[in-house]
């Protein structure tokens, strides 16, 4: 069956940086999409960037563009998500998420994706 699995997290200061990392199996990870989101207690989940199957296109959320990197290693079955200048309100679970490069609703829309991770968890401190 269809695994991603997130690593990564940790706790870091302010400014500090974090390299997340999904790597998927049971799919055909060329053929797939993916996005990271994120969401903090009690509040609903945020799109945080999107890397198309090709890796040609990326599309960031307003609040994360600039300081954030999204990747892909088609090899490895991995996507990542480098993190640069963080900031406390970063705090989050962060989840990776595919669907199928046949999808044609917006990268930032969470229910176009059918596949997620477990999250992990992202904590910067003041």
């Known amino acids: 069956q269809v695994q991603l699995v997130e690593s990564g997290g940790g706790l870091v200061q302010a400014g500090g940086s974090l390299r997340l990392s999904c790597t998927a199996s049971g799919l055909t990870f060329r053929q797939y999409e993916f996005g990271w989101f994120r969401q903090a207690p009690r509040t609903e989940r945020q799109f945080v960037a999107a890397i198309t199957f090709s890796g040609g296109n990326e599309y960031y959320a307003n609040s994360v563009r600039g300081r954030f990197t999204i990747s892909r290693d088609n090899p490895k079955n991995t996507v990542y998500l480098q993190m640069n200048s963080l900031k406390p309100e970063d705090t989050a679970v962060y989840y990776c998420?595919?669907?199928?490069?046949?999808?044609?609703?917006?990268?930032?829309?969470?229910?176009?994706?059918?596949?997620w991770g477990q999250g992990t968890q992202v904590t910067v401190s003041s």
């Open positions: 998420a595919a669907r199928h490069m046949s999808e044609t609703a917006s990268y930032n829309d969470n229910t176009s994706y059918d596949k």
